[in-house]
């Protein structure tokens, strides 16, 4: 029972006071994180969809204004990594992620890169519909491409455009 607890409070669940156990008013951002993409709604992808363009978009600024000649390197052999054959979706999805991890890294912000990460988490639950979309698939290089190259001019509107004009169209 006491370990059940213990699992409960590291959960955000439950809080311990002085008075016992109670359930606490507001979720925790652990809660959240872990249990929103079981909560989520059709109505709330619009808010995810704004929430991942706001944080994408500029991560990759920021990104670009820290990025060396070595991290275009990699950011270019990941999306070659793209042209390959996939044998399943998940094997797309997982090199798609490589390379928005990879600009995330990039940024080097704690913080924003673990706000993305939750977003990411969430978006999850969306995944598998929007991989579907052989259109987003040839087109993802192409935008990855595009972005490194603003990137590398450090165009930042430029950035901005093209992270939100991939993530309208999926």
Known sequence: VREAFSQLMGLGL??????????????????????????????????????????????????????????????????????????????????DSAFHDAVAQIARNEILYSMRSIITNLFKKFEKSVMKLEEIKKKTYQWHADLIDAMEKKDMERIRNIVWESLEAS
């Open 14 to 95: 439950i809080e311990r006071s002085e008075y016992g156990m109670f359930i606490p008013k507001e979720p925790t951002t652990t809660i959240q994180s872990r249990l929103a993409p079981l909560l989520l709604i059709d109505w709330e992808t619009k808010k995810l969809y704004e929430a991942r363009k706001i944080i994408e978009g500029e991560l990759a600024v920021l990104a670009a204004q820290k990025a060396t000649t070595e991290d275009i390197m990699q950011l270019r052999a990941i999306n070659d990594e793209l042209l390959t054959e996939h044998d399943t979706e998940s094997s797309y999805f997982e090199k």
